[in-house]
């Protein structure tokens, strides 16, 4: 089925009451809700090591961005067509003022040229990050997601590119075991580097 058909499945009312459902939500700190594949998906802030991968990630994508008008941001509302997705890392201007969504909640989706997940434990935070989010991500356009998996085999790095909007896939995928760098080809992060100096244990 493709996406657009899986898109048509969902009943247009579903999608206001799960947005309407969102907004109201009021949940303990150390949680998070996203708007995915017809669910408000509630999952836990990430573990020591995540936080870890989260950080190193993120100076390496502030550095290779320092002077180019951008800046990383970390755990806000990426909203399109009323999905919410929290990304570990995202790419925008260094005013987010420039690209909000249309109630103020987050930023536009479609005005986003990087995202970066860290994968949980769990199969459900696997096919989430894996499955649902590049999904979602594609059929918003962003040009580049990168994905760091410690519990892919023994640790994995992914990298989408070329996405289409139209089918929701990226069509370039490129996956390497940690140990292998792998350079983002695309996007205002183009030429970088991800390899040891962020996945070592």
């Keep these: 089925m493709s ?7 969902c009943d247009p009312g579903l999608d206001e009451v799960l947005w309407q459902a969102w907004k109201a939500m009021d949940l303990p700190e ?7 594949e017809g669910s408000i998906e509630v999952s836990p802030t990430g573990r020591r090591r ?6 190193r990630l993120r100076r390496a994508f502030e550095a290779h961005l320092e002077g180019s008008g951008l800046a990383v941001y970390q755990d806000g ?3 399109h067509a009323r999905k919410v997705c929290i990304p570990d890392l995202f790419v925008g201007p260094e005013d987010l003022e420039e690209i909000p969504d249309e109630e103020g909640l987050g930023v536009d989706a ?13 199969k459900d935070a696997h096919r989430r990050d894996h499955i649902h989010k590049r999904r979602r991500y594609a059929l918003a356009g962003i040009p580049v997601y990168a994905v760091i998996d410690d519990f892919d085999d023994e640790g994995t790095v992914t990298v ?3 996405p289409d909007p139209d089918k929701g896939t990226y069509a370039t995928k490129t ?9 983002v080809p695309d996007g205002p992060a183009k ?7 962020v996945t070592r244990p």
């Design 3 to 9: 996406a657009l058909a899986h898109e048509a499945m």
């Design 30 to 36: 150390g949680y998070r809700a996203e708007i995915i």
């Design 50 to 55: 995540h936080t870890v991968l989260v950080y």
């Design 77 to 79: 509302n990426v909203i």
């Design 110 to 122: 479609t005005r986003v040229p990087l995202v970066a997940e860290i994968v949980s434990p769990g």
């Design 160 to 162: 989408f590119s070329d």
């Design 175 to 183: 996956t390497v075991s940690y140990g292998t760098p792998v350079t």
């Design 191 to 197: 030429g970088l580097v991800i390899g040891e100096e």
